[in-house]
């Protein structure tokens, strides 16, 4: 197979769009919905600093692993891969790592929309004032009313898929990059609103010191290794979703430099989540560790009770889809182009099977929080479970994969000539990291994961 200079699906108009899109990608449900539940189970601050750590020497090596890989590729991951190991002489079975991250780019979406559909859910219960003046139990009652009905949350994800398929059947130029063009402003100027919001809250310090002092004491041996996993999760890595967008990448476009401001736009919205979240949970006597409800069931007491409060929580909840969205979009990315590629199907009916396949997996997420919620496997329900072999084992064995890849599989002077870092000291750091340090801190991860699943 021989290898494109540029994708047949094609370009971002510029390094802006590729930095606006890859974020939008990391940026999403793992920073504003997952990341404050985690942290908050988790103890805080301990668990920030450990995340904080995981993003530098795992994530961001890894990212830029990805982004040359997909760069240099210009194909979906699988052809990626497949024609990246002949140019390398080795195995065309490096394409399974493309097709381990097609299965866990549908099996995260399936769930994913499921979460994005409760938010759109209330975005329709704040702007109707359903929230306003509601106590603890009134909140508590709405959002289990909500997950106890199959039928209205399988209407919110078939919405919410059919939102997403939109913009994919688009196209990269026309769809991706003007939908991210629009988000992802649009979203950064909706946080600052609700960190200035918590700002005034009495709790704010508070909130402040829960992020950021660390208490080692609350940080369990698990918890460490929840951190690490997000690290993945976040910066949307180990699937092809970041390999996918590198191969639109135009050329010249510094790799290094790209990396450093999406992995810093993805972390600085997870801490403005949690700046802008806390401080009202503290305000109002809530629980940090309620667990993945925590945005849906504290946040709308505090919109019940602040003045203008059904404006903000139809605003926040806005902003929560919006970021749900982009990231919904890579998810898919990877498994069109193949189609598209080697089945010469046109993008739209490759955007109608796959939405309709995650979609119809979504429904078992649907089940699982009422019809189902007895039925668990490992102790885990559908959802749970879902969301456990992605986050947990595929996508840092994905992510061990491409570090290999990249560090030991393809060519020195292939991957520098990709990466054209001038610093020969940074170059020398990149390859350290991802030759040993961050192949290990995934091999911890993944065993982890092993032991847990024995145990459960
Ligand atoms: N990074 C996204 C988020 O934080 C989720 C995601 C994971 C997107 C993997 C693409 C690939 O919500």
Not at 81 to 109: P, Q
Request: positive net charge; proline residues 4%; aromatic residues 12%.
């Amino acid at each position: 197979m021989t290898r494109p200079r540029t994708s047949i699906h094609g370009e971002w108009s510029s390094r802006w769009a590729f930095v606006l899109a890859a974020a939008g990608s990391a940026v999403g449900l793992g920073n504003i919905w997952k990341f404050p539940y985690i942290t908050g189970e988790n103890g805080g601050g301990a668990f920030v600093l450990v995340y904080l750590v995981c993003i530098a020497v795992i994530g961001i090596p890894i990212m830029m692993a990805e982004v040359l890989i997909g760069r240099r590729g210009r194909q979906s991951p699988i052809n990626t891969m497949t024609s990246l190991s002949e140019e390398a002489g080795k195995s065309r079975r490096w394409s399974l790592l493309g097709w381990s991250g097609v299965v866990a780019g549908f099996m995260i979406l399936s769930y994913y929309s499921v979460i994005a559909g409760w938010a759109l859910a209330y975005v329709f219960r704040s702007g109707i004032g359903m929230f306003h003046g509601a106590d603890a139990d009134q909140v508590a009652g709405i959002f289990s009313e909500l997950l106890a009905s199959p039928e209205r949350l399988l209407a919110w994800h078939t919405i919410f898929m059919v939102m997403t398929m939109v913009v994919v059947a688009r196209g990269v130029r026309s769809g991706l990059e003007k939908a991210v063009r629009f988000l992802m402003p649009v979203l950064f100027i909706l946080l600052i609103v609700m960190v200035g919001y918590a700002m005034n809250t009495a709790a704010f310090g508070k909130g402040v010191a829960f992020l950021f002092s660390p208490d080692f004491g609350k940080l369990s041996r698990d918890g460490v290794l929840i951190a690490m996993g997000h690290a993945f999760f976040t910066l949307s890595l180990g699937m092809g979703a970041i390999m996918i967008y590198g191969s639109y990448m135009p050329e010249r476009a510094s790799i290094a430099k790209t990396t450093f401001m999406i992995a810093g736009a993805d972390t600085l919205v997870a801490l403005m989540a949690g700046l802008a979240i806390f401080p009202i949970v503290f305000a109002n006597n809530l629980e940090p560790s309620a667990g993945p409800g925590l945005i849906f069931v504290t946040l709308p007491l505090a919109f019940g009770q602040m003045p203008g409060g059904s404006f903000f929580g139809t605003l926040f909840f806005i902003l929560v889809v919006f970021a749900a969205w982009t990231s919904s979009i890579s998810l898919v990315e990877p498994a069109v182009t193949w189609m598209v590629e080697n089945h010469g199907m046109r993008r739209l009916t490759a955007c109608v099977w796959s939405g309709i396949a995650i979609w119809a997996l979504g429904i078992g997420s649907v089940l699982s929080f009422n019809v189902w919620s007895d039925y668990t496997l490992f102790g885990k329900t559908f959802f749970d479970l879902m969301d456990y072999l992605t986050s947990n084992i595929m996508l840092p064995l994905g992510g061990l994969f491409i570090a290999i890849f990249a560090a030991w599989v393809m060519k020195d002077a292939d991957v520098r000539d990709e990466l054209a870092i001038v610093n020969k000291l940074g170059y020398r750091l990149w390859r350290v990291l991802v030759r040993y340090v961050t192949p290990l801190g995934v091999i911890i991860v993944f065993l982890n994961a092993i032991g847990v699943l024995h145990a459960g």
